[in-house]
């Protein structure tokens, strides 16, 4: 069991939203220990904890709200902060979303990075898988398993031909985040660009913050940055979407054609299924705390 974390100052980033298409600002701040990862939307003056009780809406992104207030796409966010294994945070956001900056979580760790990272002197729970859980529809399946650490083996299958079936497995450490994942670039096709901008989705969207995929090839001048840099995307949303549960996972999560929907219901699953996991913890009340999100 490792000491909590926070970042040691504050830092700021703004940019462009994927989905609204609007500009936002983001302050990060350093919070006391058992304070969890919570956000602030300044605009509305409403806080909303990141946590499975604060989704909203699984569309294409995670979005969390409260009292009328939301904030969108915080997965790339979440995954930064979780691969950098920070639990005390205070996310400041300006605007409807969180800027999509690159599509990845690169900038994000750097920005982190940059601010620095404190221990703060106790131990943080981890949610310990002890049974299988299981959670499956008609798409997608995600598995739970118990496991000595914390192990992600994802499978993807898109009928075309760039991408294909990928499926990767990967022993998520802060080190293997920012090499092998944190690169991974949000992707989306360009036959589906008109429908989602239709339904009010992707207006932010661009070749500077998305792999593009035409019907013939990528339509990035840059390329891929991973050959199967498509299922390592899918594996940061994953680490963002199961920040949500509150603490650390320890067990390995098996993922086909899952996304956020098909995440976060698998989250609520496991959450009404108490004989499945344990929380280490030293604190009896966030045994009480972690049921209370189901």
Do not use: W
């Amino acid at each position: 069991m490792r000491l909590q974390r926070t970042i040691k100052k504050e830092v700021v980033f703004c940019g462009i939203g994927l989905h609204t298409g609007k500009n936002a600002s983001v302050r990060l701040k350093p919070a006391p220990r058992d304070t969890g990862i919570v956000f602030y939307r300044v605009d509305k003056g409403t806080l909303i904890r990141a946590t499975i009780a604060s989704v909203i809406d699984t569309a294409f992104a995670t979005t969390v709200g409260y009292d009328g207030a939301k904030i969108r796409t915080v997965e790339h966010l979440l995954a930064a902060a979780a691969g950098l294994g920070i639990d005390n945070l205070m996310i400041e956001v300006n605007g409807p979303e969180i800027p999509i900056l690159d599509g990845s979580s690169t900038e994000l760790t750097g920005i982190i990075l940059d601010a620095g990272i404190s221990k703060q002197g106790k131990n943080m729970p981890h949610l310990k898988i002890i049974k299988p859980v299981v959670y499956e529809d008609s798409n997608a399946s995600v598995m739970a398993l118990p496991f000595e650490g914390m192990r992600i083996s994802y499978s993807i299958n898109f009928n075309h031909r760039i991408v294909g079936h990928q499926k990767m497995t990967f022993d998520l450490t802060e080190e293997n985040f920012v090499k092998e994942i944190a690169p991974a670039r949000t992707f989306g096709f360009l036959k589906d660009v008109e429908a989602l901008r239709a339904n009010g989705l992707a207006k932010g969207g661009s070749l500077d913050n998305a792999v593009v995929i035409g019907d013939e090839g990528i339509l990035n001048s840059s390329g891929l940055r991973f050959c199967d840099e498509f299922v390592r995307h899918k594996i940061l949303d994953a680490i963002g979407d199961f920040s949500l549960l509150g603490f650390p996972v320890q067990g390995h999560l098996l993922l086909e054609k899952a996304g956020h929907t098909a995440n976060l219901r698998f989250i609520k699953k496991l959450l009404a299924s108490p004989d499945c996991f344990q929380l280490v913890s030293e604190v009896d009340h966030l045994d009480r705390q972690v049921l209370n999100y189901s």
